[in-house]
T-cell receptor
Framework: DTEVTQTPKHLVMGMTNKKSLKCEQH?????MYWYKQKAKKPPELMFV???????INESVPSRFSPECPNSSLLNLHLHALQPEDSALYLC???????????????FGPGTRLTVL | QKEVEQDPGPLSVPEGAIVSLNCTYS??????FMWYRQYSRKGPELLMY????GNKEDGRFTAQVDKSSKYISLFIRDSQPSDSATYLC??????????????FGRGTSLIVHP
């Protein structure tokens, strides 16, 4: 298995809803990432887990809550989002841990989130 | 000045043309250079990954890094309509705390018309 999978592909939620995005990889990668991407913009880093520990949190609002249950799974819990949070949410993984050397990232297909 | 500059385009070329996509950067510490292809509403796909200066070829794609000029390029030979996508450059160095988080360019939209 050489890919990163994400579910759901699309998600529409109201501002009072609670939902979760899921990401999975079975390549034995040690670092996993959440990015947010708006149309015609580059991906913006949100969180990084390295060896299942949260290593980087790019000052993301608390309405986004990441979780890494094990080395293959990454979740992003969403609560009380705003319409401006509508975007493509991308998960990525890389072979080495965050501080172990060069680290090309492999991206999943993304979850298209719309907040009404 | 942004750390990584990339012309958003769109760049429109006829099928079969040689395409040149470029990024410039300001951080001389960047050592690792990547090119991603992103189709509309999909995740980025890693195309090329290079370390330091020089050329790397993979099929119709050639990545070129000139660290002295802080300039990287991606060449696509015999371009096809299926190459129509946004191409993102990314580069990384050892940041504070020893992490290798890439910095992305804003992407260039490429359109290859039949």
């Amino acid at each position: 298995d050489t890919e990163v999978t994400q579910t759901p592909k699309h998600l529409v939620m109201g501002m009072t809803n609670k939902k979760s995005l899921k990401c999975e990889q079975h390549m034995g990668h040690r670092a996993m990432y959440w990015y947010k991407q708006k149309a015609k913009k580059p991906p913006e880093l949100m969180f990084v887990y390295s060896y299942e520990k949260l290593s980087i949190n790019e000052s993301v609002p608390s309405r986004f809550s990441p979780e890494c249950p094990n080395s293959s799974l990454l979740n992003l819990h969403l609560h009380a989002l705003q319409p401006e949070d509508s975007a493509l949410y991308l998960c990525a993984s890389s072979q080495r841990g965050l501080r172990e050397g060069e680290n090309e990232q492999f991206f999943g297909p993304g979850t298209r989130l719309t907040v009404l | 000045q942004k750390e990584v500059e990339q012309d958003p385009g769109p760049l429109s070329v006829p099928e079969g043309a040689i395409v040149s996509l470029n990024c410039t950067y300001s951080n001389s510490a960047f050592q690792y250079f990547m090119w991603y292809r992103q189709y509309s509403r999909k995740g980025p796909e890693l195309l090329m990954y290079t370390y330091s200066s020089g050329n790397k070829e993979d099929g119709r794609f050639t990545a070129q890094v000139d660290k002295s000029s802080k300039y990287i390029s991606l060449f696509i030979r015999d371009s096809q309509p299926s190459d129509s996508a946004t191409y993102l450059c990314a580069m990384s160095a050892v940041a504070s705390g020893g992490s290798y988080i890439p910095t992305f360019g804003r992407g260039t939209s490429l359109i290859v018309h039949p």
